[in-house]
């Protein structure tokens, strides 16, 4: 019942089954999670062996799915709660009803927000390219900084490894430099 009589995926029902039912779910993740990760696995090489610095991935469950365990660095981007039930119901043509049981089949944003190294913030005031110039100007400042010389690596990692506590005090634009030290 996924393909309707001609052939063609029917989203609206699958996405009603998954989303009603946890075990249906959970099955359902358990299928698709892995082939997922292995093709981000081959994708990402690819980029790399195209002199590609860093790739991103979007993934609407990351933590749920243990996907943040195939990234080194997460960028959370958050919205208030309104926004984003507004934008998923125009997106995808939603209900109050349909939207809340999705987001109920999530983490919510509170959770997992303080896992991230930096947050952008969607809520249509602050921009997000400027949110998002800034991110990479520094985190590429920190990679050439630290880590241009092989020897600067190391004794960085050494370091690290010795310490038993790391204090990171910054402010203004310097305070997302912070966080990926935290």
């Not at 999670?33 to 990351?62: C, M, N, S």
Request: glycine residues 4%; aromatic residues 10%.
């Amino acid at each position: 019942q996924a393909y309707d009589s001609s052939g063609v995926f029917d989203a609206l029902w699958v996405r009603n089954r998954v989303f009603g039912d946890v075990n249906l779910r959970t099955k359902l993740n358990s299928l698709v999670h892995p082939i997922v990760f292995e093709d981000f696995a081959t994708w990402v090489k690819q980029r790399a062996l195209e002199g590609h610095p860093y790739v991103i991935k979007e993934a609407a469950i990351l933590f749920e799915s243990g996907a943040d365990k195939t990234v080194d660095l997460v960028v959370g981007v958050i919205a208030p709660l309104v926004i984003r039930q507004q934008r998923v119901m125009d997106r995808d043509g939603l209900t109050e009803a349909e939207f809340k049981q999705r987001t109920q089949a999530q983490w919510p944003q509170e959770q997992w927000e303080n896992k991230c190294a930096f947050v952008v913030v969607n809520d249509g005031e602050m921009s997000l390219i400027h949110q998002v110039k800034e991110i990479h100007e520094q985190s590429s400042t920190i990679r050439s900084a630290l880590f241009q010389d092989q020897r600067k690596l190391e004794n960085f990692c050494n370091l690290m490894k010795k310490a038993n506590k790391v204090f990171v005090v910054a402010a203004g634009t310097s305070f997302h430099a912070g966080l990926i030290a935290k």
